[in-house]
């Protein structure tokens, strides 16, 4: 993965301003994820330059699935990607003075009425400790 030019002056501007633990929110590419981004992809243990909970749209899609024929080597051979996942449903985000949660709230099917939503996945980023971790 190669970081482009606008990515790198924005992180640099986050360095300059002492940011401790940047968030990145963004969505709607029909599928969750929660990754970290790190200062160098092609070094594992790279430092983790911020943290991005990805949400997938709420039924746009169909139903979409929890995993793709593809998600055990993603996950594999990208260890900074903590959390992959195709269904459809919303982020919620919780935050406080120490602590930030995103709860990934899915659904099994949207395309019938009166599935439940349930939590699929929980992880949280703690003041002055970057990157993603498993509630």
């Known amino acids: ?76 051979d990208n260890p900074h990607i903590k959390f992959y996942n195709r269904q459809r449903g919303y982020v919620s985000c919780n935050l406080s003075k120490d602590l930030w949660q995103s709860d990934y709230k899915v659904l099994d099917k949207v395309t019938e009425a009166g599935h439940p939503i349930r939590t699929r996945a929980s992880f949280v980023v703690e003041a002055g400790n970057p990157g993603a971790l498993e509630a």
């Open 1 to 76: 993965m190669v970081i482009h030019t606008n990515a790198m002056s924005c992180w640099l501007r986050l360095k300059a301003a002492e940011t401790p633990n940047p968030i990145v929110l963004t969505g709607d590419i029909h599928s969750n994820w929660v990754n970290n981004i790190l200062s160098d992809f092609s070094i594992d243990s790279s430092e983790i330059i911020a943290t991005e909970f990805v949400g997938t749209s709420i039924t746009s899609g169909g139903d979409g699935s929890d995993t793709s024929s593809t998600t055990a080597q993603t996950l594999s």
